[in-house]
């Protein structure tokens, strides 16, 4: 199968190693497939660790049939596994690698483009980031709120433990003591005050008339 789309062309490949390998051994679908695997749109989730391998045996199936070797089925499996597999003894894999030196394959080239499921990620969130699904309103709210609350929390714990310190060392006297971290939101137009979770919840200042975007 020696399909060279021309849209592979005019794809803005990334700079990292998979994007750089993807253009070498000519994958131009690689990277729908990845998010499509990730993100579980298909029928099945991957992880990034067997979006690896995934990756790893469409770069050696292309080098094989740059070789011109015939494929038989499961052979590309068969053969990676030959090579990276921790349980296989490294007579074998030698003989492997030999086996696919002597049919042309540059094998030593091919494995140092195999990815690890850390560049898999990288590229996934960092390069392709764009194409994979972009949080709804709803979720950007609620990861602002755990950020809020989790800096709130934080600004009460190390408060109770300043003034408990002052109070030990005799600097400070107060008896029995709670402290609150409330952060409070005033709209400049109209000056009414809100509770970030309050704002957060309502979304707008009641003197915003715009129930522009009600996007549920
Ligand atoms: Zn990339
Ligand atoms: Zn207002």
């Given at each position: 199968m020696t399909e060279r789309t021309h849209s592979s062309e005019s794809e803005t490949a990334c700079g990292c190693k998979l994007g750089r390998v993807a253009t070498e051994y000519e994958l131009p679908n690689l990277d729908d497939e990845l998010v499509t695997y990730w993100t579980g749109d298909g029928d099945e989730q991957l992880s990034t660790r067997q979006l690896a391998t995934y990756v790893n045996q469409r770069v050696l199936e292309a080098a094989l049939e740059d070789a011109n070797i015939l494929l038989k089925d499961g052979e590309i499996e068969n053969t990676y596994r030959l090579l990276?597999?921790?349980?296989?003894?490294s007579g074998t894999q030698v003989q492997t690698r030999n086996e696919l030196e002597r049919d042309g394959v540059p094998i030593d080239q091919v494995e140092s483009n195999f990815v690890s499921h850390q560049t898999v990620y990288n590229h996934l969130t960092d390069c392709l980031a764009a194409t994979l699904e972009t949080p709804s309103d709803d979720e950007r709210v609620e990861r602002s709120a755990d950020k809020l609350g989790a800096l709130q929390n934080r600004t009460e714990a190390v408060t109770t433990d300043t003034v408990a310190q002052l109070e030990r060392n005799d600097i400070l006297d107060i008896g029995e003591f709670n402290v609150t971290v409330s952060v409070t939101v005033t709209c400049e137009d109209c000056l009414q005050e809100y509770p970030i979770r309050t704002l957060l919840d309502e979304r707008s200042c009641d003197c915003q008339d715009s129930s522009a975007d009600e996007t549920r």
């Open positions: 990276t597999d921790d349980d296989v003894s």
